[in-house]
């Protein structure tokens, strides 16, 4: 049976590694696996975190607001056959653009256009310019970050894909917290040869996908 990685056994991997299992140390692991956790979702874009969902645009408001776990907008599509299921018969993309240009672009959010861009209004909802004035179907792609695990929640997206990058970016952050400076380029290295490692495998994965569809296509 492959070995995957738990809330529990990550756990006692942090305190095997580190040598400490003092009351102290061990009630801040909770911490360093949260900060870990975090490291990796931050630093990480790979297929396995990206999700692709479907809404529809509020008429006369801009805003719209993020999925919860909402890290990093990949792409932003909107269909303009208004009424239907999902209506993408003609797909627009908004390009992501800063909230100053959209702002600049179309500064009386009360007056109402086909959208034309997309920005980060804040960390919780997107900014739509022109304002919509049609409930447009959109279809949005972005990097979330995974359901944390804790004592509540035993495993992930992370510990079942890389397990080796969520322990090496706990170790990280363990050795932040012990001032452990000799460990710290040690883990850091560990924690970028496996995140070169899967950003390459997927980027492989990529490549492909792409070499296979157009194969196809060709043959049409």
Same mark, same amino acid.
């Given at each position: 049976?492959?070995f995957?990685?738990?809330y529990?056994s990550? /756990?006692?991997t942090? *305190? #095997?590694?580190?040598? !400490?299992?003092?009351?102290t140390?061990v009630s801040d ?10 490291r990796?979702?931050?630093? =990480?874009?790979?297929l396995?975190? !990206? /999700?692709?969902i479907?809404g529809?645009l509020? @008429?006369?408001?801009? +805003?719209?607001?993020?999925?919860? $776990?909402?890290? &990093? ?15 993408? #018969?003609t797909i627009v993309?908004?390009?992501l653009?800063?909230?100053e240009f959209?702002n600049?672009?179309?500064?009386t959010?009360?007056?109402t ?10 960390f919780n ?18 990097y *979330? @970050?995974?359901q944390l ?6 495993? &992930?997206?992370?510990?079942e %894909?890389?397990?080796?990058? +969520?322990?090496?970016?706990? +170790?990280?952050e363990t050795? %932040?917290?012990l001032?452990d #400076?000799? !460990? @710290?380029? @040690?883990w850091q ?7 070169d490692? =899967?950003?390459? *495998? ?10 296979? $569809?157009? +194969?196809?296509d060709s $043959?049409?």
């Amino acid at each position: 049976m492959a070995f995957v990685l738990t809330y529990t056994s990550l /756990v006692t991997t942090i *305190e #095997d590694y580190v040598k !400490r299992t003092d009351a102290t140390f061990v009630s801040d692991i909770p911490l360093f696996i949260m900060l870990g956790q975090r490291r990796v979702a931050r630093d =990480l874009k790979i297929l396995g975190m !990206r /999700v692709v969902i479907d809404g529809v645009l509020i @008429v006369g408001n801009p +805003l719209l607001r993020k999925p919860t $776990r909402w890290f &990093n907008t990949s792409t932003f599509n909107i269909g303009t056959n208004i009424g239907t299921a999902i209506g993408f #018969d003609t797909i627009v993309n908004l390009p992501l653009r800063s909230y100053e240009f959209c702002n600049t672009y179309w500064p009386t959010p009360t007056d109402t256009d086909r959208p034309k861009y997309v920005s980060d209004f804040d960390f919780n909802s997107w900014w739509i310019s022109p304002t919509p004035d049609q409930a447009y179907p959109c279809r949005i792609a972005y990097y *979330e @970050v995974p359901q944390l695990i804790d004592n509540t929640v035993s495993t &992930n997206f992370i510990t079942e %894909s890389c397990p080796d990058i +969520l322990i090496y970016g706990c +170790l990280l952050e363990t050795a %932040s917290y012990l001032k452990d #400076d000799d !460990r @710290v380029p @040690v883990w850091q290295q560990y924690y970028k040869t496996a995140q070169d490692a =899967l950003t390459k *495998e997927d980027l492989q994965r990529i490549y492909d996908n792409f070499s296979k $569809r157009t +194969l196809l296509d060709s $043959r049409v």
